[in-house]
């Protein structure tokens, strides 16, 4: 007698919650018979009005046509029920198959072997008593293993009964190498059927099972939920059971964290520099073309009339007014008039054409680049290929246009 034995841990948690379900449903149609032949030739027919013409003869099948449809499938639903009253009855039944209640399912070797090589294989080693092979399959319900061989004869299955086994029939579907069972297994869970609770059972038996899709989902949850997940029962157990799989779950939500942090320094660092590219803008704005209050001596100012579009030059308006008023002006003193000298040598390195630029000081710094040690060169290089960087990811859509670059 051959046996297939399952782990306990494997199989005795069952699925009570699920929020929603997937219909699997196999096309159907009705069958159409033969094209109806003219009549016979020895009479004569008369065409009228009413009556309309009969089709023509059908033609030859093209052999083309027919090896390409050759790959398509049509199930209708007879040869389904045929399957399936099979199945129920067990008309001819030459298998028995023995579950943890010591509960008796008929089957058919035949059936089994071409539908499972794995079980296929037991039944050949199985020793026949008065007709009969006995296989056992322990360790899952036995409704579980009921469903199972359902769908091995008919490919159907109870949405009900699937939702609470769906774990059992995982494991049943690995084991037996039944791709078509494990493959909807997957995609119920994969779509549907994965929660919170469920989530710690789930992956152990993804990872079993060879199911790396599903797992990567089950550690997404794990890593996205995880302070409501911490604390269900099924990561108390797995925290008792397998404390590897714990610091394996533990490492990857503190990488995941770090990633979390450094995505966010990074999107700050862009705003940073996406700041100090308005900023070039608007001051090149109002040096040239002049804003609604400041601006060149031969520029018409328009007052408050109209609104600016540059959103950095209303701030760049107020730090001008005050590097133009303050006193103390020599670096190191007011920290707003160094932010005003740092603005205008910024703007000298990204100028191209220092002689026609009416900012003010471009020229200036221009010069003094020349007298900077390899050090500061190197820094305010950075800085350039930084801004310039982030007005490039603002890409050809961008509302401005950087005039000096």
Not at 110 to 119: E, G, M, Y
Request: proline share 4%.
């Amino acid at each position: 007698m051959a046996s297939t034995e399952f782990d306990d841990h494997w199989t005795c948690s069952t699925v009570d919650s699920f929020d929603g379900s997937l219909n699997i449903q196999i096309e159907e149609g009705n069958s159409s018979g033969g094209l109806p032949l003219s009549a016979s030739a020895s009479h004569t027919i008369s065409y009228d009005q009413n009556i309309p013409k009969p089709p023509p003869v059908p033609s030859k099948i093209n052999l083309k046509t027919e090896r390409y449809t050759s790959n398509y499938h049509y199930v209708p639903r007879e040869t389904k029920e045929m399957w399936e009253k099979l199945f129920i009855e067990g008309y001819g039944a030459d298998v028995h198959i023995i579950t943890q209640d010591k509960l008796i399912i008929p089957a058919h070797f035949n059936v089994l072997s071409v539908a499972s090589p794995v079980l296929g294989s037991f039944l050949r080693q199985s020793r026949d008593k008065n007709g009969i092979r006995y296989i056992k399959i322990s360790g899952v319900p036995h409704d579980a293993v009921h469903v199972f061989i359902r769908f091995l004869y008919s490919s159907c299955y109870d949405a009900e009964e699937m939702k609470k086994f769906i774990l059992h029939l995982l494991v049943l579907s690995h084991s037996y190498s039944i791709h078509s069972l494990k493959k909807v297994c997957i995609s119920l869970l994969e779509q549907s059927w994965l929660n919170k609770e469920n989530v710690i059972d789930v992956l152990q038996l993804a990872r079993e099972c060879d199911a790396s899709r599903l797992a990567f989902i089950c550690i997404q949850m794990v890593v996205r939920e995880f302070k409501t997940i911490s604390s269900t029962e099924g990561w108390k157990v797995m925290k008792r059971a397998n404390p590897l799989l714990e610091q394996e779950l533990l490492e990857l939500l503190v990488e995941a964290d770090s990633r979390k942090q450094d995505r966010l320094k990074k999107f700050e660092e862009r705003k940073m520099y996406l700041q100090l590219y308005e900023a070039m803008e608007a001051l090149l704005h109002i040096c040239r073309d002049g804003c609604n209050n400041i601006g060149p001596r031969d520029k018409m100012l328009k007052g408050n009339q109209v609104t600016c579009s540059f959103p950095a030059c209303k701030g760049l308006e107020v730090l001008v007014r005050h590097f133009q008023g303050c006193r103390t002006r020599v670096p190191g003193g007011c920290v707003q008039c160094k932010r005003m000298w740092q603005i205008l040598e910024l703007h000298s390195r990204m100028c191209n054409e220092p002689d026609l630029c009416k900012v003010p000081l471009c020229r200036h710094f221009k010069e003094k680049m020349r007298q900077q040690t390899k050090k500061e060169e190197t820094k305010w290089k950075l800085l350039v290929s930084k801004v310039i960087a982030a007005k490039n990811a603002l890409g050809p859509f961008s509302s401005q246009r950087a005039y000096f670059l």
